[in-house]
């Protein structure tokens, strides 16, 4: 089994900071993408920042040049920096691993829980 475990998020005021933080564990052989989604109350899931397979990083464009995706991959883990939040920002924000257990030969997506950004104005 595999679990995604995320933390940091809260509330915080407008042009504020924090920083989210997503652990995978459990049977993993490989992770050939993470990264991180959110969806708002009423709208569509929909990518914030990730890391492809390649390695490079996608951002949505309205979170270009205020947030920023890291990843330590000796622990299986990945980070969400976000700084000048906004109120359109507040999101459940997802973590989101493409994980390939050991003898395996497929990858599949795994979903973290959900942890919650409040934005205030």
């Known amino acids: 089994q595999v679990q995604l475990v995320e933390s940091g998020g809260g509330l915080v005021q407008a042009g504020g900071s924090l920083k989210l933080s997503c652990a995978a564990s459990?049977?993993?052989?490989?992770?050939?993408?993470m990264g991180w989604y959110r969806q708002a109350p009423g709208k569509q899931r929909e990518l914030a920042a990730a890391f492809t397979s390649g390695g490079s990083t996608n951002y949505a464009d309205s979170v270009k040049g205020r947030f920023t995706i890291s990843r330590d991959n000796a622990k299986n883990t990945v980070y969400l920096q976000m700084n000048s939040l906004k109120p359109e920002d507040t999101a459940v924000y997802y973590c989101?691993?493409?994980?390939?257990?050991?003898?395996?030969?497929?990858?599949?997506?795994?979903w973290g829980q959900g942890t919650q950004v409040t934005v205030s104005s």
């Open positions: 459990g049977s993993i052989f490989s992770i050939s993408k």
């Open positions: 989101n691993a493409r994980i390939i257990p050991p003898y395996a030969i497929q990858s599949r997506d795994y």
